[in-house]
C-alpha cells in the first residue's frame, strides 16, 4: 500500500546550509531542486552553495576546533550517545527521509537509520579510550611518549546511495577524536544529512564543530576549496574512483590527510561444496541491496560447474518474486535507482552483455511502466570477462554469473581488476575458505554471509578501491596524528641507587 511521504516531526525537512550552528542561505541566493526518484516529484530545494559558503563553513569548523578538541573524551562521548539516542527516537522520520529522496525501499531505509546510529554509538564508545603510547629510548636517560592529537578540521565528501550512513561512518570517529567537520552533502540526497545536524546540535554538539554546505552544480567547486584549503586538515570521501583520484590530485598541494573508499568491482565464488542456500541468500543481500547501489554489490558471481545450473535456478526464483516500485509502498522490495541517467547506464552494460552473448534468466528490461528510473532485477547468465559489466562496476541490480571449474581459475579472474573492496566466498571446507581469502586482493573478505557492514568491522578496500578504513576500533586513527615526545636528562644516578 502506497504510504503519503509525511514526517511526524516537519521540522526536520531542512533545505539550508548549516554554518556556525545557524541555518543559512548560499551567498549566490540561488538554489537546486531536490527530487523523489520513483515519482519525479519536488521534494524540496536547498541552497547552490559557492566559494564563499565553504569557506566561511571552514572558518566556523576552525573557530570551533580548539574548544572542542579540549574536551575530555569522555564528554564528547556523551555528546554523540545523546546523539545516537535521538536518531534512534526519530527513527521513522529519518526513515522516511532517506526512502524520499534516494528511492530505497522503507524495510532498507529503516535498517540504514540503525547502521548510521550504530557508528555513533561505536564511536562514543571509542571517544574515552583515545591511548597513546610509551616507548622505550635507546639511551636511558631519555623518555619516549606519543600522544594522540585530532588532525583539526576535516573536509567529509559523502555519496547518495547511504544518506545517513556514510556520513555518521566518518562523523562518529572525527567527532570522538576531537576534529571540527565541514559536510559536503550530495546534490541528490542533502535533506537526510540536515535532518541530522539538527539532531545533532540537540544532543549538545557545540556551534561550529559540525557544518553542512549543500550544492549541487557546485559540487567541484567545493572539493576543490576543501581540498586546497591549508585550514583542512583531513579529507575523507566516499565515491567513485575517479573523484577520489582527482581530490587526492587536488589535496597534494597542501600535503592532506586522506580517507578514500572508493568503487569496488566485488566478486562471489560460489564452491560445489557451498550450503546453496547460504549462497543464494547471501548473494541476493549482498547484490540487491538498495537496487545494486551499494560499492559492496556483488559484480561477478562465478560459480562451480557441479552447482551452477542449480544455483541459477534457485536466484532466478527469488528474483522473480521481487516487487519492483516506489520504495514508499509497504509492498516494495526493491525502488528505483537514483536517476534516470543511472538506469540508462544498467541498460546500456546489459545491451552490451547480450549482444556479447550473455543469457537473460530473468529481468533484462527497464520499467518505463513505473517510471524512467527503474530497472526490473536482472539475472545474466553466460558472462564472458570480455563484457562491460565484468571490468566496471554495475551500481544496479544487475547479478552477472560467470561459470568456473577450478579453484585457481575462480580466484585469478576475482583478481583481475585494479580495484578491491569487497568479496565473497561460499564454501564449507575451511581449508579452502582460509586458502582463498588470503589469495584475494581485496580489503573485506566475506565467508558464508553476504553482510559486511557492521561497525565493529573495518571497511576499506586496497588497490583504486581506495585509503584508510571506517569503522572498527581502526576508524578513529584515520582521524588522529601522533605527537612524539622526547624528554632528556632525567637523573639516571638516581636510579642507580634504587
Ligand atoms: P561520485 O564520485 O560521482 O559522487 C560521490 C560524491 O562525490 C557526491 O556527493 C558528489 O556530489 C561528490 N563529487 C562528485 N564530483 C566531485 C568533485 N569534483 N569534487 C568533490 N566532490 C565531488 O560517485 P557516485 O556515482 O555518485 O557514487 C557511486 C560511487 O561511490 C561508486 O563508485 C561506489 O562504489 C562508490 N561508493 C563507495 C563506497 C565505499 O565505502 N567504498 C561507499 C558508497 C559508494
Redesign the pocket.
Known amino acids: 500500500m502506497l504510504q503519503e511521504r509525511r514526517l511526524k516531526n516537519p521540522s526536520l525537512l531542512i533545505g539550508k546550509n548549516y554554518i556556525n550552528a545557524e541555518w543559512v542561505e548560499s551567498a549566490s541566493g540561488k538554489r537546486f531542486e531536490v527530487h523523489d526518484p520513483a515519482t519525479g516529484k519536488l521534494i524540496g530545494t536547498c541552497p547552490e552553495s559557492n566559494s564563499q559558503d565553504a569557506q566561511k563553513a571552514i572558518d566556523a569548523a576552525a573557530a570551533a576546533f580548539p574548544a572542542w578538541r579540549s574536551r575530555s573524551g569522555r564528554e564528547r562521548a556523551r555528546i554523540l550517545r545523546r546523539w545516537n539516542d535521538l536518531i534512534l527516537e526519530n527513527a521513522q522520520d529519518l526513515a522516511t527521509l532517506i526512502g524520499w529522496e534516494n528511492g530505497k525501499a522503507s524495510f532498507d531505509a529503516n535498517g540504514e537509520v540503525q547502521f548510521a546510529a550504530s557508528f555513533l554509538e561505536w564511536f562514543s564508545e571509542e571517544a574515552a579510550h583515545i591511548h597513546g603510547d610509551v616507548a622505550p629510548h635507546s639511551s636511558t636517560s631519555f623518555r619516549v611518549s606519543v600522544l594522540k592529537e585530532p588532525v583539526g578540521v576535516a573536509g567529509l565528501?559523502?555519496?547518495?546511495?547511504?544518506p545517513a550512513g556514510?556520513i555518521t561512518r566518518k562523523l562518529g570517529p572525527a567527532l570522538a577524536a576531537g576534529c571540527s567537520v565541514v559536510i559536503?552533502?550530495?546534490?541528490?540526497t542533502p535533506f537526510t544529512a540536515n535532518a541530522l545536524a539538527l539532531l545533532g546540535e540537540k544532543a549538545g554538539v557545540p556551534k561550529g564543530v559540525v557544518n553542512i554546505v549543500c550544492?549541487?552544480e557546485n559540487?567541484?567547486e567545493?572539493?576543490?576549496v576543501?581540498?586546497a584549503s591549508p585550514i583542512v586538515r583531513k579529507i575523507s570521501?566516499?565515491?567513485?574512483?575517479?573523484?577520489?583520484r582527482?581530490?587526492m590530485k587536488?589535496s597534494s598541494d597542501t600535503i592532506k590527510k586522506l580517507s578514500?573508499?572508493?568503487?569496488?568491482n566485488a566478486p562471489v565464488i560460489v564452491f560445489n561444496d557451498a550450503d546453496l542456500d547460504l549462497a543464494v541468500k547471501g548473494v541476493v543481500a549482498s547484490k540487491f541491496k538498495g537496487t545494486g547501489?551499494?560499492?559492496?554489490c556483488a559484480n561477478r558471481i562465478f560459480v562451480q560447474d557441479e552447482v551452477y545450473d542449480e544455483f541459477i535456478r534457485r536466484l532466478v526464483e527469488i528474483v522473480r518474486a521481487f516487487k519492483v516500485g516506489n520504495g514508499a509502498d509497504t509492498d516494495t522490495t526493491h525502488g528505483p535507482l537514483?536517476h534516470e541517467a543511472a538506469a540508462s547506464k544498467v541498460a546500456e552494460l546489459v545491451d552490451d552483455a547480450v549482444q556479447k552473448g550473455a543469457k537473460i534468466a530473468v529481468g533484462g528490461r527497464r520499467r518505463q511502466d513505473i517510471g524512467p528510473a527503474f530497472y526490473q532485477p536482472t539475472v545474466l547468465t553466460d558472462v564472458s570477462s570480455d563484457m562491460r559489466l565484468f571490468q566496471e562496476?554495475i551500481?544496479g541490480p544487475i547479478a552477472p554469473i560467470l561459470r568456473f571449474s577450478a579453484e585457481d581459475e575462480a580466484v585469478n579472474a576475482a583478481n583481475a581488476c585494479d580495484v578491491g573492496?569487497a568479496s565473497y566466498v561460499y564454501t564449507q571446507d575451511i581449508t579452502r575458505a582460509h586458502r582463498v581469502t588470503e589469495l584475494l586482493h581485496f580489503g573485506m573478505v566475506a565467508i558464508n554471509t553476504g553482510v559486511m557492514s557492521d561497525a565493529a568491522a573495518p571497511?576499506?578496500?586496497v588497490k583504486q578501491?581506495?585509503l584508510g578504513r571506517?569503522g572498527s576500533k581502526y576508524g578513529i586513527a584515520d582521524y588522529l596524528q601522533s605527537k612524539t615526545v622526547v624528554t632528556g636528562n632525567i637523573n639516571v644516578t638516581h636510579r642507580a641507587h634504587i
Open positions: 565528501i559523502v555519496p547518495w546511495n547511504f556514510m559536503k552533502t550530495a546534490g541528490e550544492a549541487l559540487t567541484p567545493i572539493g576543490q576543501l581540498c570521501f566516499t565515491g567513485s574512483t575517479r573523484v577520489g582527482l581530490l587536488q578514500l573508499e572508493l568503487g569496488g547501489q551499494t560499492c559492496v537514483i562496476e551500481f573492496l571497511f576499506g578496500g578501491s581506495g571506517e
